[in-house]
C-alpha cells in the first residue's frame, strides 16, 4: 500500500511505533484487539510537562565534542524527525522514544535565570555554549513560550559567545538580537538541511518547515552579516546522499560560510524506529538502506563508537566523506566562519557590586 495511503499510518509523526522504554520492566501489549475497551496507540494531541531544573548548562564528557556546553529549553521534539540521536534521551524521562518523543514535550520556563546565575559564579571563564546539544531550541512550541528568545537575551546581557543549531525558521524572529551579537562576533548560527527533496523530508522529517524556507533563513541571516553554515545532517545512504553536491551548492549561494555534516547512526530505540518507518515509506529500497547503513558502522545499525559513530567507516562512508569534501571545495572555497571573541564577557550583566 502506498505510504500516503496507509490507514495505519500517524500523518503528521515521524514514528509510527511507541518503543518499549529500556529502564521500564512492565509493558503493555496488545494481543487480542477485539477484546480491548480503548486503544493503546492512537496519534494524541501534543502535550506540555513543565520541569524546573536546577541548571540548566550541560557539559559534555564525550571525546566527539572535547569542552562543548549546551542549553536545551526542550525535551523532546514535535519536529519528528525519525532518525534523532535525542529520541533515546526522552527514555530517561520515563518515556518513550517513538511516538511520545514528539507530543510530550519537556518545557524548562526558567531557564533565562538558571543561565543568569551560571555566568554569575565565581571565577567563571566564558566557553563555547550551544543552543541546543539535543533537542531543536527553535521548535513550533518557542513561537509562543519564547525561552530560547529569553536565554539570547541573557547572552547579549552578559556579552557571552553562543552557537545556535535548528531547522526552523522562528530564528529570524530573533534577528535583532542575532545582528547586536553578530556585531560583537558573539553568535555562529547553524542550519541544519539534509534534502532538497520535498516528498523525503515530508515522510523524515513531517513537521519542519521547507528546505526552501530554510535556505532563505541562511540568505536572511547572511545578509545581516550574522554567520551561518549548513549542517547536512544526517546523511542516509540511499535516500540523501546523492544530494551532496546539489544542497551544498544551494546553500553557498544563499550565502553560508561553511558546511559539516554526519551519517546517519540508529542507536538504541532509533533502530527499531527508524527500521519500522522505512519499511513503511519505501518498501522497494527499505533493506537497502538499512544494509548501507550498518556498513557504515561495521556491519550494525547501533554505533555507539566514539570517532566513528557520527563519521562512519568503509566503503559507502568513505565514497560519502570524499563527495562531501570534493563539494565543499568545489563551492565554498576560501570561506570560513569568524572565530567566536570571549574577551567581551560581562560578569553580573555590565553591573557593577555596590561598596560596603
Known amino acids: 500500500m502506498p505510504f500516503e495511503e496507509n490507514q495505519e499510518y500517524f500523518k503528521g509523526r515521524g514514528a509510527q511505533v511507541n518503543t518499549h522504554n529500556r529502564f521500564i520492566k512492565n509493558r503493555y501489549v496488545t494481543e487480542h484487539i477485539e477484546g480491548l475497551d480503548e486503544v493503546l496507540l492512537e496519534n494524541t494531541a501534543t502535550q506540555l510537562i513543565e520541569e524546573h531544573p536546577k541548571k540548566i548548562v550541560s557539559i559534555s564528557n564525550s571525546p566527539d565534542l572535547p569542552f562543548m556546553h549546551s542549553i536545551n529549553p526542550y525535551q523532546g521534539c514535535e519536529h519528528g524527525c525519525l532518525y534523532c540521536y535525542a529520541r533515546n534521551s526522552h527514555e530517561y524521562w520515563g518515556f518513550s522514544a517513538g511516538l511520545d518523543f514528539e507530543r510530550k514535550i519537556i518545557v524548562k520556563r526558567n531557564a533565562a535565570a538558571l543561565l543568569e546565575n551560571f555566568f554569575n559564579k565565581p571565577g567563571y571563564k566564558p566557553a563555547p555554549i550551544m543552543l541546543s546539544g539535543n533537542t531543536d531550541c527553535y521548535q513550533p512550541i518557542e513561537r509562543k513560550l519564547k525561552i530560547t528568545r529569553s536565554l539570547l537575551e541573557v547572552f547579549l546581557k552578559y556579552r557571552h559567545p553562543v552557537s545556535i543549531i535548528s531547522k526552523n525558521n522562528l530564528v529570524v524572529r530573533d534577528m535583532d538580537i542575532l545582528q547586536e551579537l553578530a556585531s560583537l562576533n558573539l553568535v555562529h548560527v547553524t542550519v541544519t538541511i539534509n534534502s532538497l527533496n520535498e516528498s523525503l523530508r515530508q515522510k523524515m522529517e513531517p513537521r519542519t518547515v521547507t528546505a526552501y524556507s530554510r535556505l532563505m533563513v541562511i540568505n536572511k541571516l547572511a545578509s545581516a552579516n550574522i ?9 542516509v545512504p540511499g535516500l540523501n546522499s546523492d544530494e551532496i553536491p546539489t544542497l551544498i551548492k544551494a546553500a553557498a549561494d544563499e550565502g553560508i560560510s561553511a558546511a559539516i555534516f554526519t551519517i546517519v547512526r540508529l542507536n538504541g530505540a532509533i533502530a527499531e524506529i527508524f527500521s519500522d518507518w522505512v519499511h513503511k515509506a519505501y ?3 527499505a533493506d537497502k538502506v538499512l544494509h548501507m ?3 557504515c558502522h561495521g ?8 570517532g566513528k559513530r557520527m563519521r562512519g567507516e568503509g566503503a559507502v562512508a568513505e565514497s560519502i566523506h570524499q563527495l562531501f569534501k570534493i563539494s565543499v571545495n ?16 560581562t560578569p553580573l550583566g555590565g553591573k557593577q557590586l555596590g561598596l560596603f
Open 293 to 295: 547503513i550498518a556498513a
Open 227 to 235: 554567520p551561518v553554515r549548513l549542517m547536512m545532517a544526517p546523511i
Open 330 to 345: 568545489r563551492f565554498l572555497k576560501g570561506r570560513s566562519l569568524p572565530p567566536l571573541h570571549f574577551e567581551h564577557f
Open 299 to 306: 556491519g550494525k545499525l547501533n554505533d555507539s563508537r566514539f
Open 283 to 285: 518498501p522497494d529500497r
